[in-house]
């Protein structure tokens, strides 16, 4: 790892500019952290679109308005909810686009956070998952933490959905999209 590009770190905006994000999709990001997923793919999808920010912590939640207001965007529609738990106030069917980044290697319930996703994207809907690749690394989660692409496609083929295709990302992660 002697090049500059060989050491950039992820860039929302960058991942989601080849993720087929279209205006007026609708979009939810599964554990939305500091918004950093949401406001990108807010200004992808336009103002006929929406985004819906799920997470459990009322301080990323926070995190994600400031940004959309940083950003001027008023399509970005923040939700608490435990994801692990059935219920995320979304309609079933309603989104083009789910977002999982770096959620499901923090996750113990698996496979409750993916039938979430099943229930509420659309048929021919998207999922985008990026993880951090399960190698050694300088920095990132416990190793044993961390879901293998063979290990996350064999839970995504189990819970309904099927590899569409790959994603570039960075020196650390992976970034694969599947389709319901």
């Not at 979304?90 to 039938?115: A, E, M, T, Y």
Request: glycine share 8%.
């Amino acid at each position: 790892m002697n090049t500059k590009t060989e050491l950039r770190f992820l860039d929302p905006k960058e991942i989601l500019a080849t993720s087929g994000i279209q205006k007026g999709e609708t979009v939810a990001d599964f554990g939305c952290g500091n918004g950093f997923y949401p406001v990108a793919a807010a200004l992808m999808v336009g103002n006929e679109g929406q985004v819906f920010a799920i997470d459990v912590k009322a301080e990323a939640l926070e995190a994600t308005i400031s940004a959309a207001k940083h950003e001027g965007l008023s399509n970005i529609y923040t939700v608490r909810h435990d994801l692990e738990l059935p219920g995320v106030k979304i309609k079933d069917n309603s989104c083009d686009v789910v977002i999982l980044s770096g959620i499901l290697h923090l996750s113990k319930l698996q496979r409750n956070v993916l039938k979430e996703t099943y229930r509420v994207l659309k048929t021919g809907g998207r999922i985008i998952v990026i993880e951090w690749k399960k190698e050694k690394l300088p920095f990132g989660p416990n190793i044993n933490d961390r879901v293998s692409q063979q290990e996350m496609n064999d839970m995504l083929t189990k819970s309904g959905f099927r590899l569409s295709g790959e994603m570039p990302a960075d020196t650390f992660h992976y970034a694969l999209i599947y389709i319901k």
